[in-house]
């Protein structure tokens, strides 16, 4: 006789107060956010966001760790994501440039908000499917996580404003036109992104990796914004560069098993051909 399955733990209709606390740090963070960009004060609206991802990473841990995960949290959860990663950076992303390129014609600006727009309901979207699908393989993300997104986007918002002190120009605008887009398609992608939860962080670790965590505050620390953007920017762009590496490995493989093994030949029409068919 087989042993019975243990019943699936079911989440708990409670709520709690230190989890919850967080994620209204996050919510809070998100709406300073968009507060600060109205007002025009776009530093502070870009280092929000990433007080909100701090929030973010910070209550879905304590919940595991003191066991007070509910329905309830991760609803309030995902509502609080989509506030601060979703439209928080669009609304950051219009003030800051894509509003301006109305002043270049209405054809500009109407991409412009659309664009902003667009982020906003990848977000949503992005949220969704990561509410309703359960992860085959935990160690990667199924497109661009949503915080991730907001960094590139805010920290672009961010480092433009300590670049460009005056206009950014039509150049300027169209590029955070395409950033605010383009990080808007890849969380709604299917590229792999690393959750990095392969790795073990209780686990003892060489002293050469430690040295790396002064380093790495040092380096952010220099210029954060600049370092924020080209961190995120990196991961972003990772799962494409992924994506692309992969695919040719794969036609390498295909090809050299063709090459060692003409007899059977990997493409169908080269097997009519050998067979005489015409």
Known sequence: MEPEKPPERQQSRAIYLLPNLLTTGCLFSGFYAVVASIDGNFRRAGF??????????????????????????????SLADMVSFGLAPAIVAYQWGVERLFEYGKVWGRLGWLAAFFYAVCAALRLARFNTRDAADKRWFEGLPSPSAAAVVAGFVWASTEEWRGEPGLIGLIVALLVTAAAGGLMVSSFKYSSFKQLNWDGPVKFATIVLVPLSFVL????PPLSLLLVFGGYALSGPVLWAVHRRRKRVAQIAASAANPANPANPADQRDASGDG
């Open 48 to 77: 929000a966001i990433f007080v909100a991802m701090i929030f973010d990473t910070l209550d879905g841990r304590i919940a595991r760790l003191t066991r007070s995960e509910s329905a309830f949290g991760k609803e309030y959860d």
């Open 220 to 223: 952010i620390a220099f210029h």
